[in-house]
């Protein structure tokens, strides 16, 4: 765990079991983003089915998308990778001010191949650490992004750097999941229909993803170096098919076919990140 706040930061014992990927490498200053959006509905209702939470939903999907961009490369490990999760731990009680933020390192279960199993992994995994460090739940936090961003974003950038520092590997990628304003959004009088995060990278770790919820949607963004031969398009496309393939398990419904990863209508903006 490291615990960011008003007293710095501190690793307290020991993480998860960290193998070995492609991304254990040098960064270089240049990056590739890509970005897609899938139905918050379809997420609310997989985490309903299986009585997890939506975070639960969001990790254990993003599993199942690591997972298949990986086999697709001939890199994905036995082990299963391990995620830096910030989370807020403020509260009302809190008397003092600042923000809070613990980063929880994560077992991701990429090993896993039923979707079942890895939301119900998932579940149990979030669930301990949650309760051991008495995180606040997502939906403590709407209504508050201009909190929420700079004080996740931050730490955990800070945190994936000071984990890089210490020597040896101690996660694989970052996965931050942040609720975005409960009401629609407006700049100079026009509604803004789609929001899309982008993160950072720093020294060991080769990708990070950022789900931002907003307008009945789950947004989010992939950052990798550009000098990977990993395309964060099909990393897109691959957190598609694996909500799809939760949402296969709810009942009384047929999931989506999976699409590739674009703007309902931004073909330029794909176009310019590439």
Known sequence: LLRIGGEGM????????????????AITPHRRWAFTRVPLDEAKRVKHHFGVTLNDVVVATMAGAVREWLQELDELPEDPLVTLVPVSVRNEDDEAGGNRVEVM???????????????????????????????VPAAAMHGASHFVMPALFGPASRAATLIAGLGSAQ??????????????????????????????LVEGFGFTTIVFSYAGGLHLGFVVDRDSRADPW???????????????HTPRQTARSARPAALPSGSWLRRSVR
């Open 10 to 25: 501190l690793l307290e014992g020991e993480g998860p079991r960290v193998p070995r990927t492609m991304f254990d490498r």
């Open 105 to 135: 390192l994560v077992p991701l279960p990429t090993d896993e191949e039923s979707a079942k199993g890895r939301v119900l992994r998932t579940h149990e995994a979030l669930r301990s650490a949650k309760e051991r460090h008495k995180a």
């Open 171 to 200: 996660a694989n990628l970052v996965v931050s999941n942040v609720p975005g304003p409960p009401t629609t959004v407006y700049l100079a009088g026009a509604r803004v229909e789609e929001l899309y995060p982008v993160g950072g």
């Open 234 to 248: 099909r990393l897109a496309a691959a957190f598609e098919r694996s909500q799809s393939e939760l949402l296969a």
